[in-house]
Every structure is written in structure tokens, then in C-alpha cells.
């Protein structure tokens, strides 16, 4: 099993900086998990992509809503992954997840993720 925990939300006016981070944990996680990625879901709407990165964090994906603001990144020294979110706009609101993938690469849906985490509020205001 692979426990996920995230961290680091919170409110921020428009234009501002946030960075998420996901602490993952369990004994299969080091050999197993292919892809972490990151999702949010807006009040009222259904859970959307973020960001994706694969284990060597060479190569990583994003919704073209977020490209050029957010940056995923990971220490796998320290099973953390990281959202940096810059330039935060109020339709960013949401409840952040970090997800971890068995068997996907860059998965883009919730489907393509095995592991989750308990989510984290982030709230920009205009």
C-alpha cells in the first residue's frame, strides 16, 4: 500500500504563490509507483488534471490551464512531490489531490491513478 498526504494550502489573493506538497509513505511505494500527478476539483465540478511527473522526474505533463504558471517537480530522496503555483487565479479554487500510479506513465484521468491522497484546500481570491 502507498499512503499519500498532502500539505501546504491555503488562501492567497490572485497573483500570488502557493506550494503544494505530497509526502508519500508504504512500502511499495519506492518500487512501484510509476507516476505521481496532481488533481483538483472545483467546487461543484468534477475532479480535473493538473500536473503529472514520472519517477526520474525527467519528464512531466500539464493541463493547459496551468502550463507557464505551474511547475511539478519531486525529491525522491524524500518521496515528496511538489505543485510550485505561481500567478494563482481565482478559478484555481479547488481541493488539491496528489495521486500515485502503478502502472500508467503521465496519466491524464483519475482512472489512470491507484493511490490518493485526503486532498487540500486552496482558495484564491480575486
Known amino acids: 500500500q502507498v499512503q499519500l498526504v498532502e500539505s501546504g494550502g491555503g488562501l492567497v489573493q490572485a497573483g500570488g504563490s502557493l506550494r503544494l506538497s505530497c509526502a508519500a509513505s508504504g512500502r511499495t511505494f519506492s518500487s512501484y509507483v510509476f507516476s505521481m500527478g496532481w488533481f483538483r476539483q472545483p467546487p461543484g465540478k468534477e475532479r480535473e488534471f493538473v500536473a503529472a511527473i514520472v519517477r526520474s522526474g525527467g519528464f512531466t505533463d500539464y493541463a493547459d490551464s496551468v502550463k507557464g504558471r505551474f511547475t511539478i517537480s519531486r525529491d525522491n530522496a524524500k518521496n515528496t512531490v511538489f505543485l510550485q503555483m505561481d500567478s494563482l487565479r481565482p478559478e484555481d479554487t479547488a481541493v488539491y489531490y496528489c495521486?500515485?500510479?502503478?502502472?500508467?506513465?503521465?496519466?491524464?484521468?483519475?482512472?489512470?491513478?491507484?493511490?490518493w491522497g485526503q486532498g487540500t484546500q486552496v482558495t484564491v481570491s480575486s
Open positions: 495521486a500515485a500510479a502503478q502502472s500508467v506513465i503521465l496519466g491524464t484521468t483519475p482512472r489512470d491513478y491507484d493511490y
